[in-house]
């Protein structure tokens, strides 16, 4: 199992970004997938969540009304759509997936098993 992020980078406060999460070795439709972040010094932050096969999602009281979580089971591929970004997003970004069925809230990382690499977001 694989998962690679992408669509990381460097912007200006208000701007947006989109992370990309492609999968191999899974099938997206069978998994839970999320997006969680980390600075520095700090736990690993759940971000948002949604549900197996693109069900209900969930986020974070810091980022609702901002981001936005998608999946594309064809291509198996998870986004985050991120807009009006501002320093305090600067984070590592990490992608993750857990299999349906699994019990516990679906933001709380300790939940997934497996994870990307992730991707730096840096907003300035």
């Known amino acids: 199992v694989q998962l690679v992020e992408s669509g990381g980078g460097s912007v200006r406060a208000g701007g947006s970004l989109r992370l990309s999460c492609s999968g191999s070795?899974?099938?997206?439709?069978?998994?839970?997938l999320g997006w969680f972040r980390q600075t520095p010094g700090n736990e690993r932050g759940g971000v948002a969540a949604?549900?197996?096969?693109?069900?209900?999602?969930h986020y974070a009281d810091s980022v609702e009304g901002r981001f936005t979580i998608s999946q594309d089971n064809a291509k198996n591929t998870v986004y985050l759509q991120m807009n009006s970004l501002s320093p305090e997003d600067t984070a590592m970004y990490y992608c993750?997936?857990?299999?349906?069925?699994?019990?516990?809230?679906?933001?709380?990382?300790?939940?997934?098993?497996?994870w990307g690499q992730g991707t730096q977001v840096t907003v300035s």
């Open positions: 993750a997936a857990r299999p349906e069925g699994t019990m516990g809230w679906v933001l709380d990382s300790s939940k997934y098993h497996y």
């Open positions: 070795g899974l099938d997206y439709s069978r998994y839970s």
């Open positions: 949604i549900y197996t096969g693109g069900g209900i999602a």
